[in-house]
């Protein structure tokens, strides 16, 4: 088992930036890919980026170049980097891992708010 810890959502004005992490314990050995996603009101969960166990980074078209991911290995933690925030950015962002043993595991979930 693997449980994850988001921490960093909250309200930003349009043009602002915001770092969200997620912080993974237990069964951290299994750990494959790590992602974010994100769902806004109404609309359906959708893949923001995500990041390999070896460094391969996918974004989607909508974040590209305004948002950043990372991971440190060492710390089991995946950070997204936001920039350039805009209002259709907001939603709750979650934490994804996908393990070794392709088992997916999500965190609880960090609202993002973005004024106009």
């Known amino acids: 088992q693997v449980q994850l810890v988001e921490s960093g959502g909250g309200l930003v004005q349009a043009g602002g930036s915001l770092r969200l992490s997620c912080a993974a314990s237990g069964s951290v050995f299994s750990i494959n890919t790590m992602g974010w996603y994100r769902q806004a009101p109404g609309k359906q969960r959708e893949l923001v980026a995500r990041i390999s166990r070896g460094g391969i980074r996918n974004y989607a078209s909508s974040v590209k170049g305004r948002f950043t991911i990372s991971r440190d290995n060492a710390k089991n933690t995946v950070y997204l980097q936001m920039n350039s925030l805009k209002p259709e950015d907001t939603a709750v962002y979650y934490c994804?891992?996908?393990?070794?043993?392709?088992?997916?595991?999500w965190g609880q979930g960090t609202q993002v708010t973005v004024s106009s």
């Open positions: 994804n891992l996908q393990s070794i043993y392709a088992l997916d595991y």
